[in-house]
């Protein structure tokens, strides 16, 4: 059943979100009602998704369909898939007038929409997210791309979908890390944006992360609400949507510097990335504690893991600090942060000299 739906306007078009429970049987019926006709479409589907949902989607999409099964990492997040993928279009035929719809996490997504933005100047583009993170992060705003050897989504382009369909249906086979990365970013939308939203997943947050209905369902729709604002009115970045780096700039250091082990993933690194600022918040009388207090509180009723001690030492600082420094948002020495100046409220474009952010690290964040 779809249960929410949400307009998206862009410069380059106009796309709907919808948000529900177990759908996937109506898929055509769901693409025609949103005006979407074609005959032909591409699927790209993270194998993880399971042999019963593929059949699932296979069976519910009645138009001709050529299926290209993804073994999703970031190593493969890279442009010889993109090329497999545009090569495959070209030998099945494909035309501007067909579909690609990828069904997987960000990944999937990512990889497939930049594929379906080069070919032939861009393709019909379906996105059906199927991780936590996917649906509440990745697949709004039209950001696609692929990693090189140089760093992660270096390539990429902005393409907005047709259409996302966002059903949690998918989530009941996540494991739980994968959810917890999907929560990292739901709690960083209601941080940047709304108190209420926050309130909310305070009172909720176990329903949430046991994937109850309609706990869950809320929860997608608010944080989707909440970047679909934010993109609408920065389409290509250049300003506001900087806000949605909240904690990512220590994020990204952490991942890298443990060179992307899978002993830290990316929600657990965005959950220190969010303690680390709001931390760096408190110490320089950005935040007020009772609000400090109030989110710390709140990653402890949730259980996720803010303390830097079990993943570093010490003597890893100055690695973090030169991967901060090389952050792909900073354009000087000093090193931007985006800070919490209360629960629902964004201070944009601090910048901090590396001495004083290695003295934060080493003297206030280890114990
Ligand atoms: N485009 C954007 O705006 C944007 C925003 C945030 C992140 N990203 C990108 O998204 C990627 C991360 O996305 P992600 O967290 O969805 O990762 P992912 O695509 O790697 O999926 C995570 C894991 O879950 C598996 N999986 C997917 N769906 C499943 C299901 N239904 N059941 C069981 N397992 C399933 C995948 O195979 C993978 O192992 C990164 O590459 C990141 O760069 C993009």
Redesign the pocket.
């Known amino acids: 059943m779809i249960k929410a739906k949400l307009n998206i306007k862009t410069k380059s078009g106009k796309y709907s979100i919808l948000i529900g429970t177990n759908f996937l049987s109506r898929l055509s019926k769901i693409f025609q009602k949103n005006g979407l006709e074609f005959n032909k479409c591409f699927l790209i589907i993270?194998?993880?998704?399971?042999n019963k949902?593929i059949k699932e989607i296979c069976k519910s999409i009645k138009q001709t369909k050529i299926i290209y099964l993804f073994?999703?990492?970031?190593k493969n997040?890279n442009i010889q898939s993109v090329i497999k993928i545009l090569g495959l279009l070209q030998k099945n035929n494909f035309n501007r007038g067909d579909c690609l719809i990828t069904i997987?996490?960000?990944?999937?997504?990512?990889t497939g929409?930049f594929a379906a933005s080069l070919f032939k100047r861009g393709l019909k583009f379906i996105n059906i997210?199927?991780?936590l993170?996917?649906q509440v992060?990745?697949s709004?705003?039209g950001?696609?791309?692929v990693?090189t050897k140089y760093g992660?989504?270096l390539i990429g382009s902005f393409y907005q979908p047709n259409l996302v369909l966002a059903d949690t249906i998918?989530?009941k086979?996540?494991?739980n890390r994968?959810i917890i990365?999907?929560y990292a970013?739901i709690l960083k939308h209601s941080l940047i944006s709304s108190k209420k939203f926050f309130l909310y997943l305070d009172r909720n947050v176990k329903n949430i992360l046991k994937l109850k209905s309609p706990f869950i369902e809320k929860a997608i729709f608010e944080s989707c609400k909440i970047k679909k604002k934010i993109v609408q009115k920065d389409e290509t970045e250049n300003n506001l949507r900087k806000v949605l780096n909240y904690g990512h700039t220590f994020a990204h250091a952490y991942e890298a510097s443990m060179a992307y082990s899978k002993r830290l993933n990316?929600?657990e690194a965005v959950i220190l990335g969010i303690y680390s600022s709001l931390k760096f918040s408190l110490e320089n009388n950005f935040i007020n504690p009772s609000d400090f207090n109030f989110i710390l509180e709140h990653l402890k009723k949730a259980k996720l893991s803010y303390n830097i001690n079990k993943f570093f030492s010490k003597s890893d600082t100055n690695t973090i600090v030169s991967y901060m420094r090389n952050d792909k948002k900073n354009n000087s020495d000093k090193i931007n942060l985006v800070l919490l100046r209360k629960i629902g409220s964004i201070d944009l474009k601090k910048k901090f000299n590396q001495q004083k952010i290695k003295f934060f690290i080493k003297e206030k964040l280890f114990n």
């Open positions: 993270d194998r993880k998704v399971g949902r073994k999703s990492t970031e997040k997987g996490g960000g990944i999937v997504g990512d929409g997210p199927t991780t993170l996917a992060d990745s709004i705003g950001k696609t791309g990693n992660k989504n998918f989530l086979t996540l494991p994968e990365c999907g970013e990316h929600g």
